[in-house]
């Protein structure tokens, strides 16, 4: 189930409301209701709870709440509430910054749309044969996709767009760095004048603020814990290793103290994560030898099997999953609860989007950050002043 089970584990307060409300206040039509329950969606958290009547009200919408706080639930109740099943058309376009989050956007509009008739929610993303998105654009409502993908089906024109009224970014501050920005705008302008627009973000640089209200028609900000993006319920250390100054050294040093971690905390899944695909492998390699099951995800492997292995950590198929930033974005498996960084991530809002990974929907976690005497840390040191928080030494 998408949804996460409030009574069945303890929740940190940043995804519990005060107020004895649940999605029946939100006026919410029947069958959106049925889904809602049906997926373990029992009552909204404080993004749902302010986002979604904006969002319904046909309001332009900035939302920010940090990782793992129900976000995606916000624009899949706004969109399944806009869909007109009866015409068969493209009516609502949601991008996402990888393949792996368009695949789970569309996995949770299913669920909650579960009782909708005839409802057509498709993913379109690279690594998929233009054959199959030929067949499922026959028949769709709902386009969830990666912006490369999307550009190239509007430009074919296989695609059409003249029916589209809502259009979502999703993790809109990776989306509107530089690698996506031309793209956006393309097919944004590809797009009917006449639409709502809504962009969804964990963290909320002002540089995203300026680029939004380009595209929006009087934006309605809502702003959650702008102040504070690191969820609640995870505890934050660090642990040195000696600097050597042949690279495979020093991560041979950090991959000893992992393996002692490992054996010494108690967790039920771990996402580890590292800034150089090469190493993924290796590492889940060695410690499947060291009898820690893992698996590993890289940009360069083939789509089927960079879905295998998030269904494999999803369905508790294995205990540890290797990554680079691949996953760092969005993806929602409730049993992590150990994040580790083997190398210092690049920048403040990177560590936030990982450690995220281990506490989501307010369960709690512990995120790792193995680093090296001297330059590490001092880039960590870095990272702890921009995002104001302060790590502790791994006891």
């Known amino acids: 189930k998408p949804g996460h089970d409030i009574s069945q584990r303890k929740r940190t307060t940043d995804v519990l409301i005060e107020e004895q409300i649940d999605f029946h206040s939100l006026l919410l039509s029947p069958t959106l209701l049925r889904g809602l329950n049906e997926a373990g969606f029992e009552k909204p958290s404080p993004i749902q709870l302010k986002a979604i009547p904006l969002g319904r009200c046909g309001l332009d919408l900035i939302a920010q709440a940090k990782s793992g706080t129900g976000k995606t639930c916000v624009f899949s109740v706004i969109a399944l509430e806009n869909v007109i099943t009866e015409s068969n058309c493209i009516q609502i376009i949601i991008l996402t910054p990888t393949r792996e989050i368009a695949v789970q ?35 769709c409502h709902i386009a969830v996709g990666t912006p490369g993908r999307v ?67 009087e934006p309605t900000f809502v702003r959650l814990n702008a102040a504070d993006p690191s969820l609640q319920g995870i505890k934050q250390f660090y642990s040195l290793v000696r600097f050597h100054p042949l690279p495979h050294k020093t991560f ?11 054996s010494s905390v108690n967790f039920n899944q771990c996402l ?18 060291k009898g820690w099951p893992s698996t590993f995800i890289a940009g360069y492997q083939t789509q089927a099997k960079r879905l295998e292995a998030m269904e494999k950590l999803k369905s508790f198929h294995c205990r540890i999953l290797i990554s680079t930033d691949l ?17 210092v991530p690049h920048n403040g809002e990177t560590y936030l989007h990982r450690i995220g990974r281990a506490g989501r929907f307010g369960t709690e976690g512990m995120a790792v950050t193995y680093v090296a005497n001297g330059k590490e840390e001092r880039e960590l040191r870095d990272i702890e002043r921009s995002i104001d928080v302060k790590m502790e030494l791994l006891p």
Request: charged residues 25%.
């Open 272 to 289: 580890v994560f590292s800034n150089y695909q090469i190493r993924a492998k290796s590492l889940s390699d060695t410690l499947c030898r």
């Open 151 to 217: 550009k190239y089906l509007i430009e074919q024109k296989y695609l059409k767009t003249e029916s589209v009224r809502m259009f979502i970014l999703d993790e809109a501050d990776k989306l509107l760095d530089e690698s996506f920005q031309q793209q956006i705008n393309w097919i944004f302008s590809a797009l009917p004048e006449n639409k709502q627009m809504m962009a969804f973000s964990a963290t909320y640089p002002e540089v995203l603020a300026n680029h939004l209200k380009k595209y929006m028609t």
């Open 327 to 343: 996953t760092a974005r969005g993806i929602d498996a409730e049993n992590v609860n150990l994040v580790v960084n083997m190398d």
């Open 105 to 139: 956007v569309k996995d949770v509009i299913c669920a909650i749309g579960c009782h909708y008739d005839g409802l057509a929610c498709k993913v379109f993303i690279g690594g998929i044969s233009l054959e199959e998105d030929k067949k499922a654009l026959k028949s």
């Open 252 to 262: 041979q040093e950090k991959v000893d103290g992992l393996i002692k971690l490992l």
